[in-house]
């Protein structure tokens, strides 16, 4: 099968890239002489995380228990949910600790503490839990010089059923730099805040063995680990604009796109109309916020080569308008209706979020083979 | 069932509300003596779109083919498929009206012309299309004034296989009005030019059967459709903040919110972190173009009161972040870890689409029943 046969729209995966993308971040990674957990959010897919996996046995990170049932099922046991637990998630946690899963959770409050160790009691299990701390202010976790770090850490030894693992931060702030310098200071200060707690935390006699630091820029970044046990990263297997944006990975380098077909032109305004609208780019407008706008994605040939002044500057559900700075509009004579093009994603997991199965192509436009992706919770 | 022992997030549907919505809506289309054709692009779910239809055996638009399938399977005969058509999709189209679908395609160029032609000669049917019109150069369409208008009307009474049934427009750009009299201007405008370009086909001889129309905010507003035979809307079943900061509907009539836990705060910067993020909420920020910038939604309790100081200010892939106007820090404990809330979107066609069911209330908490919704292609 070709892309020319597929339905558009529909989810392209370049395997070559892939491939070529893992083998670079994995050679960086075993240079740090850190263990790698892969987060699969971005791929949701067992193949895909078989790939990104650095050694057999290896863990993941998950953002949905629905992930962690999947991988799970497909063999998969070392598990971190990597957001915050709340109490109507722990039937579904016990049950995947029952059944052999050495699921991890992640937690920052005093309340969490409460209500997992009751879960451990009621359920006859032992959870292992990694304390949640905030290295640059962006989202969740303690702050490294909250006391509550150590209240905590001195209740779970308190309570039946909880195991404190360690520490585990994420430096998403790098998502906000504008130079590589940036995304290097922050990666420093990532692995220093994981440091200096796992360090407060063994002066006051727990082991935490488990010190977890990770975002796709700082991973790629950072060159001195003394101290982590683990990093973590996602978006690497795919790439994406923002990416690109950022400075940590080329164009060249992302390996999915969105298949789309011509369906009409706006000759007076030099627009190109397509069947690829939000529904299948997603509402993902990460790069407005970029030197370079991307808008709702770039556009591409059915080859994968960058038609470098289109992009989809607008989108409707299931409709994409590609507009081009060039001021020639014989533009629209070279893609008449029926044309397939490809569109780079602004943000790898917003667009495959969209779709529930990968058309995947190794380096050229035969389809080698299609792919399942999970969704939901 | 009730609300509190689901897990979230995931997407909670108030049938007193939907009634409400389409009553309403059913009341002022019959004031304009014209047939309702919904767009079920919003509800791809049948129970939704049998209360939707005004009277039975009435016809919709759909936005993929897969929804055509969909509802075709589920009884519902008079389909138009509402994107430009392209290639690749007219084995499916064929398939259907093989099937004893009524389904009506949209074209706007001569090239689709060929190709529905060839397509319909080859598989022994005749595929009934409407002209496309652009009525506010939102998008797709012809411009009532060009030539092209007739060329095509008689392209298509010269070929094999294609019936000309009508035309059918959009007004787009009443989403971007910022007072009722801009909706009303451009419902006149959407009018003016359907019936206009129905006149020159007719005047030229094709009898223009079908003049279609419609949007959700010009819909609402309009008061005179002499000339037009039928009127589509889509979002007036479940509305949504946009449609609210647009003027078109109450805060009190959006139908859907997503239901999402606290799974911590920081307390310092008054923030509830939820385990809604983006994957749940969209990546859709609609109001941000409007006067009140709701952020990725606005905060109910799980009653559904709207907290109206508090959005959801930011979102990664399954964290959001509320925030508060108030400079109440305490307001943090009015909300602690596990507490549920519900969130409104900006966009109600967005973020239903990152689900695959609902979950049904009428006017409580108690939990009626569970619809599928469908997605994809």
Chains 1, 2 share one sequence.
């Not at 039946?160 to 995304?183: F, Q």
Request: aromatic fraction near 6%.
């Amino acid at each position: 099968m070709n892309l020319r046969e597929l339905e558009t729209p529909c989810l392209v995966l370049d395997l070559a890239k892939v491939k070529k993308n893992i083998e670079h971040f994995h050679q960086h990674i075993r240079s740090l002489a850190v263990d790698f957990r892969p987060h699969v959010k971005t791929v949701k897919n067992i193949e895909l995380t078989t790939m990104a996996l650095m050694r057999k046995g290896s863990g993941i990170m998950v953002s949905t228990m629905k992930e962690a049932e999947y991988f799970f099922n497909h063999g998969i046991r070392d598990i971190v949910y990597g957001v915050g637990i709340a109490p109507v998630k722990l039937r579904r946690v016990a049950d995947l600790i029952n059944r052999g899963a050495g699921l991890t959770l992640i937690l920052d409050s005093v309340e969490q503490v409460e209500f997992v160790s009751a879960a451990a009691q009621q359920f006859s299990i032992t959870i292992p839990v990694l304390i949640e701390i905030d290295c640059d202010g962006h989202r969740s976790g303690i702050s490294s010089n909250d006391p509550l770090l150590i209240d905590i850490a001195n209740l779970i030894s308190r309570k039946k059923g909880v195991e404190l693992r360690g520490i585990v931060t994420h430096a998403g702030e790098s998502y906000n730099c504008r130079s590589i310098g940036c995304i290097k200071r922050l990666a420093g200060v990532e692995r220093d805040t994981a440091v200096r707690c796992a360090e407060s935390l063994r002066r006051e006699g727990f082991a935490c063995p488990v010190v977890s630091v990770g975002s796709t820029p700082t991973a790629k970044f950072v060159d001195d680990l003394e101290g982590v046990t683990e990093v973590r990263a996602g978006v690497f297997v795919f790439y994406d604009l923002f990416m690109a944006g950022l400075g940590v990975c080329r164009i060249e380098d992302i390996a999915i796109s969105v298949l789309v077909s011509v369906i009409g032109h706006q000759k007076v305004r030099g627009w190109i109309i397509t069947d690829g609208g939000w529904m299948s780019l997603s509402r993902d407008r990460g790069t407005s916020s970029q030197r370079v706008d991307r808008g709702y994605g770039l556009v591409c040939s059915i080859e994968g080569k960058p038609l470098d002044d289109m992009i989809v500057y607008s989108a409707n559900q299931e409709h994409g308008i590609i507009g081009s700075s060039s001021s020639d509009k014989s533009i629209l004579e070279m893609f008449p209706v029926g044309t397939m093009l490809r569109i780079l994603p602004n943000h790898a997991c917003a667009t495959s979020a969209m779709h529930d199965r990968y058309y995947v192509v190794d380096g050229s436009t035969e389809v080698v083979c299609v792919w399942h992706r999970m969704n939901g919770w």
